[in-house]
């Protein structure tokens, strides 16, 4: 057996060994990290918008120019993949196991960059997730949060609203029209001034900044948004544990295609050897017979 | 003018829109209640009072409904009240007939007086049938 072989097997065969054992690997504890802060400013944001300032924060973080730059690491590797895939097809010989070696090779450099990538995903996406967690109790804080006192005090409040609506056009009525009493300066500049909030109104719901509130077609609160946000976190965590399953079917198959090539060398290696077939006793019979 | 000038002065423009906003919101009548119930404790004066004349409480009454009118809208229009939980908040919205008195009369076609006493429970009836004692 000659060292060059000797070398490629026992490369395969650490190729097999590794993937096998490690399909997914621990998380390098030196990678980039991403840290957004919910502020106020976030609480206050319309609900698109505040999805778009979360990804503009992960793009312009370590954690997300490390995603970028592994992206593209991993499109090159995809390139040479295929471009080894192609060379293997057309080759024979000791340049179609040296091919075959490089091309095992390649596939566990694959496997790792998309490890990598993976756990940087499931970082983004973990961190993302904690955020909206804790956006979507400062929301519930804001808007919620009402002691059984307050919430009576509120229910009035809603109740004399309600009364004093459907009230109010037959007081105007009453006291105007029958009793002739003048009316005020504060009832005059009020109609006009409802009248301009209304159109302002009107035009802040059709705005298409405001309406970035609206998913699939309905329209949502922020509070509601945000707790989709959050649903679509945990999809997408489910999603990246379902493609490590991936990968890691991937490995094994990168491990065994790494066996059947550490036997192919093994055994090509034997018939090229001098060693003798054992002798049949049988063979040797008709020596002994025929004196 | 650089895109990044530019940029920079849009954001100066939507902040500057944002803050004043924010400003609009808030509240503008923090003292609507106080200022109902002024108006409604000289009312009530009016209608208590011992010592005047059938037409000067009147007078003194009318005088007062039209403020009183106003006052009661402002109060229950006021945004800035939803959930405010002062003792003087509680306490104007807890009973309708007595806070927003002009508006409950109206509503149920009688006099400002008349609707305040019966919202007291205070009829003809239950003040004949009183008895002088000791407390």
Redesign the interface.
């Known amino acids: 057996m000659n060292m060059h072989k000797l070398k490629l097997l026992a490369g395969s065969a650490l190729v097999g060994v590794v993937l096998a054992a490690t399909p997914v690997a621990a998380a390098n504890p030196g990678t980039p990290t991403w840290q957004p802060k919910v502020s106020e400013r976030l609480v206050?944001l319309p609900p698109a918008y505040m999805k778009k300032s979360l990804d503009r924060d992960f793009a312009r973080s370590a954690l997300g120019q490390a995603v970028q730059d592994i992206e593209r690491e991993i499109a090159l590797k995809t390139q040479t993949l295929a471009d080894l895939q192609r060379a293997t097809e057309q080759a024979d010989g000791d340049v179609l196991i040296e091919l075959k070696h490089q091309f095992l090779a390649e596939k566990r450099g694959y496997l790792d960059l998309m490890q990598q990538k993976q756990d940087m995903q499931r970082k983004q996406v973990a961190t993302r997730h904690r955020v909206l967690e804790k956006l979507l109790a400062k929301l519930n804080r804001k808007s919620g949060g009402?002691n059984p006192?307050?919430q009576k005090?509120?229910d009035?409040?809603s109740?004399?609203?309600q009364?004093?609506n459907a009230?109010?056009s037959?007081?105007d009525m009453?006291?105007f029209a029958e009793q002739d009493?003048?009316e005020?300066k504060?009832?005059r500049e009020?109609g006009k001034n409802l009248q301009a909030i209304q159109s302002l109104v009107a035009a802040i719901k059709s705005h298409p900044m405001n309406s970035q509130g609206a998913l699939d077609g309905d329209d949502i609160s922020k509070p509601e948004y945000v707790r989709r946000m959050v649903a679509d976190a945990e999809a997408e965590l489910a999603l990246i544990d379902q493609e490590s399953q991936i990968l890691g079917f991937m490995a094994k198959i990168v491990a065994l295609d790494a066996m059947v090539l550490s036997e192919e060398i093994a055994d090509s290696d034997y018939a090229d050897s001098d060693v003798t077939e054992p002798n049949d006793i049988t063979n040797v019979v008709n020596l002994f017979v025929n004196n | 003018m650089s895109f990044h000038t530019k940029l920079r002065h849009l954001a100066i423009a939507a902040a500057a829109a944002a803050s004043i906003a924010l400003v609009s919101t808030t509240p503008a009548n923090a003292g609507s209640v106080e200022n109902l119930e002024r108006e409604r404790a000289m009312v009530l004066q009016a209608i208590l009072m011992p010592d005047l004349g059938p037409d000067e409480r009147v007078s003194k009454i009318g005088a007062s409904q039209r403020r009183l009118i106003d006052l009661e809208r402002i109060v229950l229009r006021d945004d800035s009240l939803t959930g405010r939980a002062t003792p003087a908040v509680r306490k104007a919205f807890a009973n309708y007939d007595l806070t927003f008195l002009m508006h409950a009369a109206t509503e149920k076609k009688m006099l400002l007086v008349d609707n305040w006493f019966t919202a007291m429970g205070l009829t003809t009836q239950s003040i004949m049938a009183t008895r002088t004692g000791p407390r």
């Open positions: 206050k009402l006192a307050r005090l509120v009035q409040q109740a004399a609203r009364r004093f009230s109010a037959k007081v009453n006291l009493l003048p005020s504060y009832s009020y």
